[in-house]
């Protein structure tokens, strides 16, 4: 749609069985193998503003179980279920070792994948990701308990409204009741639900990506996890609110494809 702040994402939707459910997702570019999980009331569309890495690399972008053109919207909606459907999306294009970047929901779910399958995820790059309701900013749970369906997308700022509409493009009013009931009541007010010890479990290359102008995850957050997970660099990311990768894709962009190729020296 004209005048969309999110670039669309060319080529045909691809979908992997992962047996209980399908799994849809785009696969661009080619070179080293990034798998990117994106966040709450979104859909692999959200990461348009991404496509230039795929001069570089291989982007892998799926939708989450319950999201988008996904399956799975009757099966639970855990970060750690979401974490292993990316594994098992990796089992069924045949990747050994990949790195994860996630966005909010998405990288609570890396954050799981990186703690259960070590030797499978090589690098993390963390965006706008709390690794416990405590991590966020005063307010914002009890901000997502009092969320309500009526008037939400109206009083959405663009972005939002964008993201949002393109996942209701393949959603039924129903399912997007019961997404909201799943999701945003359900999912946003119970988890990630980490101990910072957890974190340290972590022996994937880690970078996390703290918009300047963040308003959910608190900034000690983010620095409590750069300070406990082993390897780990944390960079804010200028003029940027939560949907950093969105806002300011040039520096987002760049800052992950300078991570993940300092790792290839290391």
């Known amino acids: 749609m004209a005048g969309d702040m999110i670039e669309p994402i060319p080529g045909d939707v691809r979908e992997a069985d992962l047996g209980t459910h399908r799994l849809a997702y785009a696969d661009l570019g080619s070179g080293e193998p990034i798998i990117f999980l994106h966040g709450g009331l979104m859909d692999h569309q959200s990461w348009g503003n991404q496509l230039p890495l795929a001069d570089r690399f291989r982007l892998i972008l799926p939708d989450t179980r319950g999201h988008g053109r996904s399956g799975g919207a009757e099966l639970p909606a855990t970060y750690a279920a979401f974490a292993e459907d990316a594994i098992g999306l990796m089992d069924r294009l045949g ?42 900013n005063d307010g914002v749970v009890d901000h997502f308990r009092a969320m309500r369906q009526e008037g939400f997308e109206a009083s959405a700022r663009p972005l939002v409204q964008e993201v949002v509409r393109k996942l209701r493009a393949h959603m039924t009013d129903a399912g997007w009741d019961a997404y909201w009931q ?83 020296s290391r």
């Open 95 to 136: 990747l050994e070792r990949t790195s994860l970047v996630g966005f909010s929901d998405g990288g609570c779910s890396a954050l799981h994948a990186a703690i259960s399958h070590p030797d499978r995820i090589a690098n993390l790059v963390l965006i706008g990701t709390p690794y416990s309701l405590s991590s966020y």
């Open 182 to 264: 799943r999701i945003i009541q359900g999912l946003w007010v119970s988890e990630p639900d980490f101990a910072l010890s957890d974190l340290k479990a972590i022996s994937a290359r880690t970078l996390i990506l703290h918009g300047e102008h963040e308003r959910s995850v608190s900034v000690q957050g983010s620095q409590d996890m750069a300070a406990t997970i082993p390897d780990c660099e944390l960079a804010f990311v200028p003029g940027a609110s939560h949907s950093a990768a969105q806002d300011e894709p040039a520096f987002v962009n760049e800052a992950i494809a300078k991570f993940l190729q300092a790792g290839r």
